[in-house]
């Protein structure tokens, strides 16, 4: 079992940056997979990155690449999302998520930990 708890959302200007941090705890919560999805209200999660247990793979979703950056600690217990010239479209609430696995996952039905979320506001 392990338990995520995100961190570091509120509100930002357009252009802006914000960093989300996420804490994994439990059993062996550094050798999770971990990813971070967005939602807003009507919609379908939306995969945003990807980073490996290892922290070697990264994979970001079409609409944040070049402006997200995802990383973890030494410890690879808590993933960061350091979010730059933020945009209103990327307002939504932000979900960590977490699978044992070495494979690449971008799904929600791929995941199988989840936190409470984080909402992040960008103002116009």
């Known amino acids: 079992q392990v338990r995520l708890e995100e961190s570091g959302g509120g509100l930002a200007q357009a252009g802006g940056s914000l960093t989300l941090s996420c804490t994994a705890s439990?059993?062996?919560?550094?050798?999770?997979?971990m990813g971070w999805l967005r939602q807003t209200p009507g919609k379908e999660r939306e995969f945003v990155a990807f980073?490996?247990?290892?922290?070697?793979?990264?994979v970001y979703g079409e609409s944040v690449r070049g402006r997200f950056t995802i990383s973890r600690d030494d410890a690879k217990t808590t993933v960061h999302l350091q979010m730059k010239n933020l945009k209103p479209e990327d307002t939504a609430v932000y979900y960590c998520?977490?699978?044992?696995?070495?494979?690449?996952?971008?799904?929600?039905?791929?995941?199988?930990?989840w936190g409470k979320g984080t909402l992040v506001t960008v103002s116009s």
């Open positions: 980073i490996s247990w290892s922290g070697g793979n990264k």
């Open positions: 439990g059993n062996h919560g550094y050798s999770y997979s």
């Open positions: 998520a977490a699978r044992w696995g070495s494979q690449i996952f971008r799904t929600e039905t791929q995941f199988d930990y």
